[in-house]
């Protein structure tokens, strides 16, 4: 069963949620208490948009383990989708692994301001590939169906606005679904020749470290999963949301909602050493 479980990791990386439900599911016909295979199975079930299927193996896990923080965040997404009376949007994106891993001040993991309700972030995934739109002069998060998900904080899309219209060039995937703490991945992909000596994120100058163990090894990505410890966050003041900010929500139908977000260390050019 062993063998299985990495071809059942590959699969899912590569977005093959049938190939990912039928290994989990052999897995599970041969270890039925393999909790990380039972995991896995909703999460294909899911994905699958087979949501009473994928809660009956979450909640089949947490008749084993009933604080299980993956099985316990799932059955509460599930319900807010089957309320919602909508599916999960399918993740269809191939999750690069080394894609987000930081390089120098080249990617950001960025909290999302006045983000989208708690049922419309259920529909996805992290994991999932976002983009970045520019809304009234504010740099705003949306999911690949034009959903959207959520803002920016002011003072770092600004410097990403500036650095796109100068040639940057950005992917962008979801790494937390949470209504209270919705969390994106910037990573910088392309630098243009005007912004040389210009970083995207100077205020990410360390490592990719989280707390929050992954669906999958070798990613920083929540797969629905409660952190087992709070995050320590990168150092920044509270800020208020701004006008603009609640004035593009109202029009998306977003509620207005005031949240810490991180903030740039300081906003100056830096050259590298």
């Given at each position: 069963?062993?063998?299985l479980?990495?071809?059942?990791i590959?699969a899912?990386?590569?977005?093959d949620?049938?190939?990912?439900?039928?290994?989990?599911?052999?897995?599970?016909?041969?270890?039925?208490d393999?909790?990380?295979a039972?995991n896995?199975?909703?999460r294909?079930?899911?994905?699958l948009?087979?949501?009473?299927?994928?809660?009956?193996?979450?909640?089949?896990?947490?008749k084993?383990?009933?604080?299980?923080?993956i099985?316990?965040?799932?059955?509460?997404?599930?319900g807010?989708?089957?309320?919602?009376?909508?599916?999960?949007?399918?993740?269809?994106s191939?999750?690069q692994?080394?894609?987000?891993?930081?390089?120098?001040g080249?990617?950001?993991?960025?909290r999302?301001?006045?983000?989208?309700?708690a049922?419309?972030?259920a529909?996805?995934?992290p994991g999932?590939?976002?983009?970045?739109?520019e809304?009234?002069?504010?740099?705003?998060?949306?999911?690949?169906d034009?959903?959207l998900?959520?803002?920016?904080?002011?003072?770092v899309g600004?410097?990403?606005?500036?650095?796109?219209?100068?040639?940057?060039?950005?992917v962008?995937?979801?790494?937390?679904?949470?209504?209270n703490?919705?969390r994106?991945?910037?990573?910088e992909?392309?630098?243009?020749?005007e912004?040389a000596h210009?970083?995207s994120?100077?205020?990410?100058?360390r490592?990719?470290?989280?707390k929050?163990?992954a669906?999958i090894?070798?990613?920083?990505?929540?797969?629905g999963?409660?952190?087992?410890?709070?995050?320590?966050e990168?150092?920044?003041?509270?800020?208020?949301v701004?006008?603009?900010?609640?004035?593009?929500?109202?029009d998306?139908?977003l509620t207005?909602?005031r949240?810490?977000?991180e903030?740039?260390?300081?906003?100056?050019?830096e050259e590298?050493?």
């Amino acid at each position: 069963m062993r063998a299985l479980a990495e071809p059942s990791i590959s699969a899912a990386l590569d977005s093959d949620w049938q190939k990912a439900a039928d290994l989990n599911k052999q897995i599970l016909e041969g270890t039925p208490d393999d909790v990380e295979a039972r995991n896995r199975y909703g999460r294909a079930l899911l994905e699958l948009g087979k949501l009473e299927e994928a809660r009956a193996a979450y909640q089949e896990t947490l008749k084993s383990y009933p604080h299980d923080p993956i099985a316990l965040r799932q059955v509460s997404r599930i319900g807010l989708l089957l309320e919602d009376k909508h599916k999960a949007d399918t993740t269809r994106s191939k999750t690069q692994t080394r894609l987000f891993i930081e390089d120098m001040g080249k990617t950001g993991i960025l909290r999302l301001m006045n983000p989208a309700p708690a049922n419309v972030l259920a529909r996805y995934s992290p994991g999932a590939e976002a983009t970045l739109r520019e809304q009234q002069g504010l740099l705003a998060v949306h999911a690949r169906d034009g959903m959207l998900l959520g803002f920016l904080d002011p003072k770092v899309g600004r410097r990403l606005l500036e650095l796109i219209n100068a040639g940057n060039e950005y992917v962008v995937a979801i790494v937390t679904n949470l209504p209270n703490d919705a969390r994106v991945a910037i990573r910088e992909t392309l630098q243009s020749a005007e912004n040389a000596h210009r970083i995207s994120f100077p205020g990410h100058h360390r490592p990719v470290e989280t707390k929050e163990r992954a669906y999958i090894k070798g990613t920083f990505f929540r797969y629905g999963e409660e952190a087992e410890g709070d995050e320590e966050e990168e150092a920044g003041d509270e800020e208020e949301v701004t006008p603009a900010i609640a004035a593009v929500a109202a029009d998306e139908d977003l509620t207005e909602e005031r949240l810490p977000v991180e903030a740039d260390d300081d906003d100056e050019d830096e050259e590298p050493d």
